[in-house]
């Protein structure tokens, strides 16, 4: 019997999430931008061989960018037991919302797994890399341990499983 855990998407609005729980679910990417109202549930079952010998699945909640911070005083928000917050690697802003929004999720579910996603790693930005390590390594939140950063692509699928398998690794680790 597979362990089935729930993981929110959490970001600005554009930066990806539904492209990601896509590309990770389905295996394909849309260009067609549809955004997401409210939130969608995408399951993902990740296989033994993967998470020390024993599957399990991770029930995405790809939430709405709109929310920003109203998100954690939401229901969608209980019994998360991670977050993949996500930014846009060619969107400096995106990168500030989304240590706000770890902040955040570190406050209300302290303990869980969270995880940095920097999307669109297949554009070429300028300078991108030393902004976005900059900002990751002078956040200022609570945690026994620095988050951990993971560069993808929905575009080419780059990364994008590998991601959500640290985040599975991370939260049964962690006994969540």
């Given at each position: ?36 109202i409210g939130v969608e549930i995408y399951r993902h079952d ?43 690697k060619s969107r400096p802003d995106t990168i500030d919302a ?79």
């Amino acid at each position: 019997m597979s362990r089935a855990r729930k993981v929110m998407l959490l970001g600005e609005i554009g930066v990806g999430k539904s492209s990601l729980a896509r590309r990770l679910v389905f295996g394909r990417f849309s260009s067609e931008y549809k955004p997401t109202i409210g939130v969608e549930i995408y399951r993902h079952d990740i296989p033994a061989a993967a998470l020390d010998g024993q599957p399990a699945s991770l029930i995405l909640w790809d939430t709405d960018g709109n929310f920003g911070d109203a998100i954690f005083r939401h229901i969608y928000i209980k019994q998360a037991s991670a977050a993949v917050i996500v930014a846009d690697k060619s969107r400096p802003d995106t990168i500030d919302a989304m240590l706000r929004l770890a902040r955040g999720f570190a406050e209300v579910l302290p303990g869980r797994a969270i995880h940095f996603v920097i999307n669109k790693d297949d554009l070429t930005v300028e300078d991108e890399s030393a902004h976005v390590d900059g900002c990751v390594l002078a956040a200022p939140i609570q945690r026994e341990s620095p988050i951990p950063l993971i560069r993808t692509s929905a575009l080419t699928g780059t990364h994008v499983e590998q991601a959500f398998i640290a985040t599975a690794r991370a939260i049964f680790r962690r006994g969540h």
